[in-house]
């Protein structure tokens, strides 16, 4: 393993409009490089509900390493097609262990797990008794050595979050990222000096939407409490929210938010 390592984590990504983003931050404004690693939640990335293989190809040619993803990464049925071919993608490892795709792949540097947290989620193992199991496994198989362990932990409730990561930190995790909200915190931290941690970091799309969709449609079915068919909020500015973690060896030693806006005028410019 290289002595410092700096990764990347991308929220989750909503629609064309995040995708955009995405793309403008790595390859328009010269990101890539400054990285080793890039992770991405992308379980909202085509048309804010699951993923498509042609997205999936595209986050890749962005320079994005791994896809992590959550419980709407079933909402594009053609998921079902192409999920056990991705090399890159991983869906929660607390569903059941009959379901398509794996929970958690193993790179170079890094081994990143996805689990989807229990409060107001669908019914699934427990997030901590998969992981305790999980990890007890690849140590038995000495697949832990030299690695970085990052887990995305996709689940809405705050207290549960922050309960997980100490948990975690506990069994060797060395970094834990939570998404599904959409929603940055402000809580960046590195716990008991060994595992770097934020409740949420947040998406990527229209700074004008409600968490990426349509104010109206979002609205609408506030006031009424029927289901209306959201769609994604494709209006300016973009932004892109992050978080940035470098790693001495396997130890967190720095931890940083980003946030990234960009205007459609910002984009004619560069275009011309």
């Known amino acids: ?9 991308i929220g989750d990504i909503v629609g064309r409009a995040g995708r955009n983003i995405v793309k403008k931050y790595l390859l328009d404004d010269n990101k890539l490089n400054d990285y080793d690693f890039v992770i991405a939640n992308a379980e909202n990335a085509s048309h804010g509900f699951g993923l498509t293989k042609k997205n999936h190809d595209d986050l890749i040619s962005c320079g994005v390493n791994c896809l ?5 990464i079933w909402d594009k049925k053609d998921i079902l097609q192409y999920i056990d071919e991705s090399d890159i993608l991983i869906r929660p490892y607390n569903y059941h262990k009959s379901t398509k795709g794996v929970g958690y792949r193993v790179f170079d540097n890094f081994i990143v797990i ?7 989620m669908p019914l699934i193992e427990c997030p901590f008794e998969a992981l305790d199991r999980l990890l007890a496994e690849l140590k038995e198989k000495k697949m832990c050595d ?3 362990i990052i887990v995305d932990f996709h689940a809405e409730a705050t207290a549960e979050k922050q ?10 995790v060395n970094a834990v990222i939570g998404t599904h909200t959409h929603v940055p915190t402000a809580d960046e931290c590195i716990i008991d000096s060994k595992c770097a941690y934020i409740t949420d970091v947040g998406f990527c799309g229209s700074k004008n939407g409600v968490i990426g969709m349509e104010y109206e449609g979002s609205l609408k079915r506030l006031l009424t409490s029927i289901n209306e068919r959201f769609e994604v909020e494709m209006s300016y500015p973009y932004i892109l929210n992050a978080l940035e973690v470098e790693f001495n060896r396997n130890i967190p030693v720095s931890i940083r938010r ?8 910002e984009e004619k410019e560069s275009e011309d």
């Open 163 to 172: 309960c997980f990561v100490r948990y975690a930190a506990s069994l060797g």
């Open 258 to 265: 980003i946030s990234f806006e960009y205007t459609q005028h």
């Open 1 to 9: 393993m290289q002595e410092k390592l700096k990764i990347l984590f």
């Open 114 to 120: 996805n689990l989807l947290g229990k409060t107001f």
């Open 146 to 148: 030299d690695k970085i």
């Open 68 to 72: 992590t993803s959550g419980n709407h």
